[in-house]
């Protein structure tokens, strides 16, 4: 199996990839991960890599492409993968095509989540300034309101947490990425996932999708 994990920052693509990759028994390759490898590498595109991270520039595609066709290209890649982040765009779809062949992505699995339910979940994370302890005001509340449960120092929302930014991040994933659904439901492989369930439920949603395809 040849997959690929959507859906928009929130909706817990990390936590399920994990959980799928173990049910397979195949690869979670990430961008993030994936770039951390290269730049360990002496390899001139390590080095051209890294210089784009250090100067905290954004990854030229022509760059991300070459290291997910490394990648891919590996023997542990055979038995399958899930990809988590890269394509991000359509561009990057037709770039994967390329490296992949006729035969392309098995599935595409998007995890759907309202906006607002978004906005409630990054929104309401908060951090203990002394011990880093993570906190949801909804979820996972402190005992005492702004008091870390552990050290009893303060707790902070992270400035990446704040309705202003996430709002920003939702929107670039609407105009950027979300148009990838249209390009990957041509092929009829991309499913639905409601992602406002508990977690265990949109892991058995998944599971029911995956055992449909295989």
Do not use: W
């Not at 979670?28 to 250090?54: N, P, Q, V, W």
């Amino acid at each position: 199996m040849r997959m690929l994990i959507m859906g928009p920052p929130g909706a817990g693509k990390g936590t399920q990839a994990a959980q799928i990759t173990s049910f397979c028994g195949i690869l979670h390759i990430s961008t993030g991960d994936m770039f951390r490898a290269e730049t360990k590498e002496s390899t001139e595109l390590g080095k051209k890599l890294k210089s784009y991270l250090d100067s905290g520039q954004l990854v030229p595609d022509e760059v991300t492409v070459k290291v997910i066709e490394k990648r891919l290209q590996k023997p542990d890649c055979e038995k399958g993968f899930l990809l988590d982040g890269f394509p991000r765009t359509v561009p990057q779809a037709e770039a994967l095509d390329g490296i992949l062949g006729k035969d392309g992505l098995d599935l595409i699995i998007n995890i759907s989540v309202d906006s607002a339910a978004l906005l409630e979940r990054l929104t309401g994370r908060r951090v203990c300034k002394q011990c880093g302890k993570t906190y949801h005001l909804l979820y996972q509340p402190p005992q005492d309101e702004g008091v870390c449960d552990n050290c009893g120092d303060e707790l902070y929302q992270r400035s990446d947490d704040t309705r202003e930014t996430v709002s920003n991040r939702l929107e670039v994933y609407q105009n950027q990425t979300a148009p990838l659904l249209d390009y990957y439901a041509q092929r009829g492989i991309v499913r639905d996932i409601n992602g406002e369930q508990s977690i265990d439920d949109v892991f058995q949603e998944i599971k029911k999708v995956i055992r449909g395809i295989v």
